[in-house]
């Protein structure tokens, strides 16, 4: 079984690639190959980018939504006082 891969070590594995295809000495063969590498590890970090914001999105919903009911306590709690 294949370990994932972290974000970081996808974008570092995607910038390694396009060094190497910038390179004028990589083959034309072996650059194909790298490209197709490229893509792969591309739309993993997409992804796991996509995955990321979605639960960044979840808490902060969440942590609004805390907020939100505290100050209706808070409003509540004023309106009771005599």
């Not at 570092?12 to 295809?21: D, F, G, H, V």
């Not at 790298?34 to 590890?41: A, H, S, T, V």
């Amino acid at each position: 079984m294949k370990k994932q891969q972290s974000f970081e070590d996808l974008l570092n594995a995607i910038e390694e690639i396009t060094t190497r295809l910038e390179s004028e000495k990589t083959p034309l063969e072996e650059g194909l190959k790298l490209y197709e590498q490229g893509n792969r590890l591309l739309q993993c970090a997409q992804k796991k980018l996509a995955t990321i914001e979605h639960e960044f999105m979840i808490i902060q919903e969440k942590f609004q939504n805390r907020g939100e009911l505290n100050d209706n306590d808070k409003l509540s709690a004023n309106n009771q006082r005599p």
